[in-house]
């Protein structure tokens, strides 16, 4: 059904200045990993994208741990399909700036904001994981923006013990409970396994 609908909705007619720093033609394929907005409580927010520019416009909402840089697909793939995939880091992930006491629903103003920003009057968004009930509350707070909403292997409440207790990362989530500085002691050292290693960074999570 969400691939039904944002098969069917009419695609984001992009004018070539809109598409920051290149003239591109409808179907090229481009990319832009570190872009940045400010939003209006000041706070900056990463994204990027990915595939057509004036393709059908799909945010993904990434997992845990993930980022603006988590997609799925060949770029190629994507320009092929006509979609513009934008992926957002999520408040104190990578580019974003982080917002204390926030809550999920949050996550909607952040989105609408960055749509406003890529002058988007509609989008699709799917959450993966992690990014599920993000997608969620977009699809709940933004029902008239939101063409389609896809949930793939999204996690439910995490503030719920018998939930939380099931997933693979639960003694990460429990850490960061009691002792956040020790979490970013082990995120940064995963950061630079990554970088030499993903599948080794993989497995130290996992």
């Avoid at 409808?26 to 990319?31: D, E, L, N």
């Avoid at 990578?94 to 999920?104: C, F, H, I, M, Q």
């Avoid at 989105?111 to 920003?117: I, M, N, P, Q, R």
Wanted: charged share 25%; net charge positive; proline share 5%.
């Amino acid at each position: 059904e969400f691939v039904r609908r944002v098969s069917s909705s009419p695609p984001c007619v992009v004018s070539p200045e809109k598409v920051r720093g290149a003239n591109v033609a409808p179907m090229a394929v481009a990319a832009s990993a570190g872009r940045t907005l400010r939003l209006k409580d000041g706070r900056t927010l990463g994204y990027a994208e990915w595939g057509d520019p004036a393709g059908r416009v799909v945010f993904h909402f990434h997992g845990n741990p993930g980022g603006r840089l988590e997609r799925w697909g060949a770029e190629d793939s994507l320009g092929q399909r006509s979609i513009r995939l934008i992926t957002v880091d999520r408040p104190g992930i990578g580019e974003s700036d982080a917002l204390p006491g926030r809550t999920v629903a949050d996550w909607a103003n952040d989105a609408a904001e960055l749509g406003d920003h890529l002058g988007l009057e509609r989008f699709a968004v799917v959450g993966f994981s992690l990014g599920g009930p993000y997608a969620g509350a977009c699809a709940a707070r933004l029902a008239d923006r939101v063409a389609a909403a896809g949930l793939v292997s999204a996690n439910a409440r995490m503030d719920d013990p018998a939930f939380r207790d099931q997933v693979a990362t639960a003694r990460f989530f429990k850490l960061a409970l009691r002792a956040p500085w020790a979490m970013r002691a082990i995120y940064a050292t995963l950061g630079r396994v990554a970088r030499r290693n993903a599948q080794a960074a993989h497995k130290m999570l996992f």
